[in-house]
DNA sequence: GATGAATGAGCGTTCATTCAT
DNA sequence: AATGAATGAACGCTCATTCAT
């Protein structure tokens, strides 16, 4: 039968999209599960229907994600390209997100990766899972000899994450001028000063 | 030489240090006002007698706190000094802000610096004054013709305080090593990798 | 007759009954909701599903009843009656007010029409649309050249509802003997001596 | 030295004299000890050297100032004059004693004899004596033939005070224009219609 | 007498979660 | 699947009263 309107019959997924919203307009403590019921379109009880909990529904929002960081990471990891390219790539690939759905990476960052004391806690395995990629890249670009031997590859992975997050935190706040341009130059920004930062110098 | 503490006869002062403690210790929304005066050791009522909120004793921990780094960023700044070492001076007061009052710091990374949907949002102005002398020094590093010029002075100062501050977290959840001598060298890594990566290079 | 009474099935007119027997038994103040929800037979919460305050509550009660005599007030004021009888049929409207549920018309001017510090300040405009009606009949009544000329309407419809509203308190409070005859002696007292004393002498 | 300035020098006095002000401006149960403190210039805890707590400074207000009603209620009705003087008598002093000091007047009547769940309560007796005297008054003028013998006495005694306190409230929160010539306007009205109501009529 | 710090019981409200239908 | 009524623990805040000085 026709009824072909409306494509997201899929409750359990408006719930998920109205979450992001919700999530993204007041933050997560903010946010009643009431108010993603509402924002959905559904009753109340519904969202208890298919998920166990508020933070369940927090929690499949950002492991959805995540896990497309991971794969992409590891993607550009195996790849047999310049190190620099790889950081590009992984740069790259959250500024995209970003660009392609700014309340979900709002949510995720704000509420997950830069929520220490709260979802960060629960989730930090895959976190750190991203934080060693980078890592990893950095240690084989020393190894190549591309890289200064004296830092630390775990520390350049948590400078690389903080300061992309903290530039994701400047955009959504309005700290910062947020148009696409803006995020391009961005990308290039990080990914030059920092492997500029890296690189060993002259011949010497 | 001694620094004569104030035997906590202050019981104003002993509810701020023991809101350290507990804010450090859960986080600010899962203390409860009477964590923090059995942690001080006081009366439930004697936190309202000193403070109109549990928040107002969290904005005190932070301006306190704050203000310094604000006042030891602007005598930076005026001091005639290069570039590299104003950065150089403003990070290792941060990190030694750690190394001095860790709790405190991670309360206030964590809860207010971080935390852009709660404190974050209510202290933003003075969070912004201190990005603002990052890029201030830059821009200068810039116009003496010491940094590359394509570089956005405001973008840097966001990746200054996000990478240390993410640092910070590290070292907070143990996701680095956490010793004096760690702290020494990231400042000396964030600072030289930094500085390196803005630099212009030489015509050679 | 049977007069269906509701199997309290609905428990919003539970809780609302409720209310009225505790307010009527210990004050507003002096309730807390868990009273309510208590006596009620309901959990504590439930109260709050369906009235947004404990104040709602008894405005609620308040603005329900006191509709209804407004509405009596009004249709009693359009007959074509003589004034007397006007006034009579809201002084009995409101007795009988009281005969039906002494409990209800307890918290009503206990609680709102005489506490002018608390609820009377929030519904005073419905209270005096009750005031102004019977300041309208005696207007009417010196129109007519019935009444005195020289007593103020204003001023007689607050006597009016002072004196019965005090009698109200009196039965409530065991002041006054609280029986069904009584209750029409004082209606038919009120009526009576206020009308004789508004009323113009003959020229004998 | 002299200091002759401040008379009342007597922090008792000037406690009781803050608290009429505050209770008047706030009522009694909004203003909290530190307000009392607070408009009469001492310090919170000697509102507690001088009385027990809150309500014994309210019940001293009310006793001080009834006890005269009490007294004059007396002695007016010891006087050999007619029962409409009496009553003219008490009418006068209760509004003599608004004209005098409004703001006592509106923390008695609004706080205690109109808030029968609270003060009116605990003050009960000394309330009603004011209310015997007028009943006295009334089976008096009954007894000599003057006023109908049909109505209870202690109905109009209730009646004369609800009238008389509901003026006042009239007054005291604006719904009714308050100038001394309103209040001996007033004064005139209510006896004047009460008597006439009470009056016997006809030939005989 | 005078001060104001210290105490702690009390209460309204919120909201995640459960459950009956 | 879908609904929304029902539950009750939890917590921030107020403020009368006490007490040490």
Redesign the interface.
Known sequence: MTEARVPAVDKRRAILEAAIRVFARQ????TRVSDIADEAGVAYGLVYHYFRSKEAVMTELFTERWSLLLAASDALYERDIPAREKLDGIAGFIIDSYKHDPELMKVII??VT?????F??TH?PEI?RA?DVVAKIVADGQREGLYRA???P???A??F???????L??W??G??PATDEEFD??RV??V????????R?GPG
Chains 1, 2, 3, 4 share one sequence.
């Not at 994450?161 to 530039?167: N, T």
């Open positions: 933050g997560y403590h903010a704000i509420e830069r929520a220490a004391n709260s960060g806690a930090l750190r934080y004296e830092v630390d775990d520390f350049v948590m400078w994450y903080g300061a992309i997050e903290q530039l935190s400047g959504v706040f700290l910062m130059r961005a920004m990080v030059e000063t920092l492997c500029l930062g890296l690189e110098r």
